[in-house]
């Protein structure tokens, strides 16, 4: 079955640049989305088909995709962004979520 | 606005079966493209996918879970129902339903509902 790995935890200064990571092999060839989760919350979709926003979600969040590594970019992140964040792939006609990665702005 | 919520037991005996419901508004569940999944996560532990139908009936299962699995959808009442058999411990988990719409965001789940949480324990 399809897995993709994320690091456990990113930490970043406030007002600097996040990058979580997503690794599957050949994801480059999916749609990967992302997913927000706030503690005590439900996720909250963030990037769809590798780069798109969904109306609401700020400029800040962008997305990348390419052979083995799908990126999600936190730029001038804020206090409000911490939070869990998992990729996610559509394979083989099922879900297959990542990891999660803890965001920690200092 | 659409909107699901979970409905639901908060605590079943190991071996019993579970039954979730999922109630939507804001959408019809005959709309093309439409899908509803559900979706769980153990206290502090990732997401796990589950199930998912589409507006046309058709299904799609976790392999891992397949054999406990049902899922169905009432479309006149816009109700999605989650059923898995033979319950266990690990099994407990915040159980959330999202909604998916192929030909908008292809296959993200765009809307969350908040979640129930559902404890194994005799």
């Known amino acids: 079955s399809y897995e993709l790995t994320q690091p456990l935890s990113v930490s970043v200064a406030l007002g600097q640049t996040a990058r979580i990571t997503c690794g599957g092999n050949n994801i480059g060839n999916n749609n990967v989305y992302w997913y927000q989760q706030k503690p005590g919350q439900a996720p909250v979709l963030v990037i769809y088909?590798?780069?798109y926003r969904p109306s609401g979600i700020p400029e800040r969040f962008s997305g990348s995709n390419s052979g083995n590594t799908a990126t999600l970019t936190i730029s001038r992140a804020q206090a409000g962004d911490e939070a869990d964040y998992y990729c996610q792939v559509w394979d083989s006609s099922t879900y297959v979520f990542g990891t999660g990665t803890k965001v920690t702005v200092l | 606005q659409i909107t699901l919520k979970e409905s639901g037991p908060t605590v079943v005996k190991p071996t019993q079966t579970l039954t979730l419901t999922c109630t939507l508004s804001?959408?019809?569940?005959?709309?093309?493209?439409?899908?509803v999944g559900w979706i769980r996560q153990p206290p502090g532990k990732a997401l796990e996918w589950l199930a998912l139908?589409?507006?046309?009936?058709?299904?799609r299962y976790s392999p891992s879970l397949k054999s406990r699995l049902t899922i169905t959808k009432d479309t006149s009442r816009s109700q999605v129902v989650l059923t898995m058999t033979n319950m266990d411990p690990v099994d407990t988990a915040t159980y959330y339903c999202?909604?998916?719409?192929?030909?908008?965001?292809?296959?993200?789940?765009?809307?969350w509902g908040q979640g129930t949480m559902v404890t194994v324990a005799s």
């Open positions: 088909r590798d780069r």
């Open positions: 999202a909604h998916k719409n192929t030909q908008l965001t292809d296959d993200a789940l765009d809307v």
């Open positions: 139908i589409y507006w046309d009936d058709d299904t």
């Open positions: 804001g959408l019809s569940l005959s709309t093309t493209g439409v899908g």
